[in-house]
């Protein structure tokens, strides 16, 4: 079963930048909606980033201009740059990949990673 791989969490200080890795495997944008989300606990999933078939990228009102999705076509792996981290930032992200865009933002994943933590202190 093809597995979504998730690394490069930590913790920060507010203003810093971590780049997430998801080792995708066989998926690529072009075949599905690849994109990460979070979840803190006690709150509900946040999209935070995707990236669509046609190659164009989506990003929540909250990270836009700070975020930065991508995926290397070599190695399939997808990446979140993140910078200039907040405090509320602070969450698990995950990967995950769905056959549309619709299917993405209803949660109906294909697969989806365990996650890599994300703490942004101040």
């Known amino acids: 079963q093809v597995q979504l791989v998730e690394s490069g969490g930590g913790s920060v200080q507010s203003g810093g930048s971590l780049r997430l890795s998801c080792a995708a495997s066989e998926y690529t944008y072009t075949n599905y909606v690849m994109g990460w989300f979070r979840q803190a606990p006690g709150r509900e999933r946040e999209g935070v980033a995707t990236?669509?078939?046609?190659?164009?990228?989506s990003y929540a009102d909250s990270v836009k201009g700070r975020f930065t999705i991508s995926q290397d076509n070599a190695t399939n792996t997808l990446y979140l740059q993140m910078n200039s981290l907040k405090p509320e930032d602070t969450s698990m992200y995950y990967c995950?990949?769905?056959?549309?865009?619709?299917?993405?933002?209803?949660?109906?994943?294909?697969?989806r990673g365990q996650g890599t933590q994300v703490t942004v202190s101040s």
């Open positions: 995950a990949v769905a056959r549309s865009l619709l299917l993405y933002k209803l949660g109906a994943y294909d697969r």
């Open positions: 990236l669509n078939t046609d190659g164009s990228t």
